[in-house]
T-cell receptor, first 119, second 114 residues
Framework: DVKVTQSSRYLVKRTGEKVFLECVQD?????MFWYRQDPGLGLRLIYF???????EKGDIPEGYSVSREKKERFSLILESASTNQTSMYLC??????????????????FGNGTRLTVT | EDKVVQSPLSLVVHEGDTVTLNCSYE??????LLWYKQEKKAPTFLFML????IEKKSGRLSSILDKKELFSILNITATQTGDSAIYLC??????????????FGTGTRLTIIP
């Protein structure tokens, strides 16, 4: 079974702090994603990465950056946390289409989420 | 900009009722449409749809895609309290760099009353 592990389940930080959210997957997936989930807004894509040191902006990248130094690890960084970044953050990973075109399994495997509160 | 819209936003029904959840989309480079169920933690995968008109079924849940009208429905028959969850629709698209990403809708919160 694919395992996607997020380092913290709950996190409380102060405004202005630098925050690191870590995500590790154990299935050699090239693609990794960071989403945030807010009531009434669904899951919104922040950043994603399709290989080591590669990254693409998602729909709401402002205020965030990412790091992908190793294939299994994808970090989300809040350079200076603000209260409007209080949210549930979900990490996910997948094989690229070229390696799994029939998609017998879910194309996206999620971690359990990190609930971040910025005060 | 890719867009996925789900309706209704929330739904409350009695146990035993049948429900239909809707998902419409406007995206470029469509690959597939997916349905997920989310209870307390991470979303769990239900269906992936790539072709129009072919129903996917799993127990009391079924789903179908219409690529001409750009929508999908998720049906749940004989609902049970365990079906209470947020149901997420997502569309997988190909990016300009030749990679894939999923765009999610806002979700439908389904509540089943015993």
């Amino acid at each position: 079974d694919v395992k996607v592990t997020q380092s913290s389940r709950y996190l409380v930080k102060r405004t202005g702090e630098k925050v690191f959210l870590e995500c590790v997957q154990d299935m050699d997936h090239e693609n990794m994603f960071w989403y945030r989930q807010d009531p009434g807004l669904g899951l919104r894509l922040i950043y994603f990465s399709y290989d080591v040191k590669m990254k693409e902006k998602g729909d709401i990248p402002e205020g965030y950056s990412v790091s992908r130094e190793k294939k299994e690890r994808f970090s989300l960084i809040l350079e200076s946390a603000s209260t409007n970044q209080t949210s549930m953050y979900l990490c996910a990973s997948s094989l690229p289409y070229r390696r799994d075109p029939l998609r017998y399994n879910s194309p996206l495997h999620f971690g359990n989420g990190t609930r971040l509160t910025v005060t | 900009e890719d867009k996925v819209v789900q309706s209704p936003l929330s739904l409350v029904v009695h146990e035993g009722d049948t429900v239909t959840l809707n998902c419409s989309y406007e995206v470029t480079n469509f690959r597939s449409l997916l349905w997920y169920k989310q209870e307390k933690k991470a979303p769990t995968f239900l269906f992936m749809l790539t072709s129009s008109g072919i129903e996917k079924k799993s127990g009391r849940l079924s789903s179908i895609l219409d690529k001409k009208e750009l929508f999908s429905i998720l049906n749940i028959t004989a609902t049970q309290t365990g079906d209470s969850a947020i149901y997420l629709c997502a569309v997988e698209v190909l990016t300009n760099f030749g990679n894939e990403k999923l765009t999610f809708g806002t979700g439908t919160r389904l509540t089943i009353i015993p």
